[in-house]
């Protein structure tokens, strides 16, 4: 029978616990599951470095047989290609998800029509959350809980303080 390897890719800035449930839900579906972390040297303004996502990452998938970690530079279907991946996984948590995740699936397949993407729906309850609205929180100093898993939160914190420490008072007199 064919394999069906799949792809999540992702900026995973930081991996939240939306991602998460899509990865757990994606590892049962697939006989292999690979989260490519996506290298955008445009997006140079991430929080995380990519070895630091890949850490988080990996720690929280430790326990997921047929999932690995893995970055990419580049077209994603070329990455597919090179992995020898069918498919291509992405979350659509609510109707705006909708348009950007349409134009990207259509030109991937036109790209190379060999790649399919399937789209998964993640827990009701991660519904709203998305790694920049968790940064947000972050960086405002609110509560993560629920949002990102104890280790994420602990380095969301780290990050945020050793920046606070690299700037110096908010409002010097
Ligand atoms: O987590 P994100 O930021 O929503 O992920 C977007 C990502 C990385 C999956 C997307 O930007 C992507 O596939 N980038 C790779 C470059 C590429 O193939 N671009 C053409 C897409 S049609």
């Known amino acids: 029978m064919k394999q069906i390897v799949a792809i999540y890719p992702g900026s995973f800035d930081p991996v939240t616990n939306g991602h998460l449930d899509l990865i ?5 579906l697939f006989d292999e599951l690979i989260v490519a972390i996506a290298r955008n040297p445009e997006k140079d303004a991430a929080l995380f470095t990519l070895d630091e996502r890949k850490e988080m990452l990996l720690a929280m ?6 999932v690995t970690i893995d970055s990419f530079e580049g077209l994603l279907v070329s990455y597919c290609v090179h992995k ?7 979350g659509i948590r609510a109707v705006s998800d909708y348009e950007f995740e349409l134009q990207m699936a259509l030109m991937n397949r036109k790209i190379d029509p060999r790649v399919e993407t399937i789209f998964m ?10 790694s920049r609205i968790v940064r947000e929180i972050a960086h405002l100093g609110g509560p993560l809980s629920g949002f990102v898993p104890d280790m994420v939160e602990q380095k969301l914190r780290e990050k945020v303080q050793a920046k606070a ?3 110096g008072p908010e409002w010097p007199n």
Do not use: F, I
């Open 121 to 130: 729906l993640p827990a009701e309850k991660y519904s709203y959350l998305s």
């Open 84 to 90: 020898n991946a069918n498919v291509v996984l992405r």
């Open 24 to 28: 757990q839900r994606g590892s049962k």
């Open 61 to 66: 998938t430790a326990d997921c047989d047929n």
């Open 165 to 167: 420490t690299k700037k």
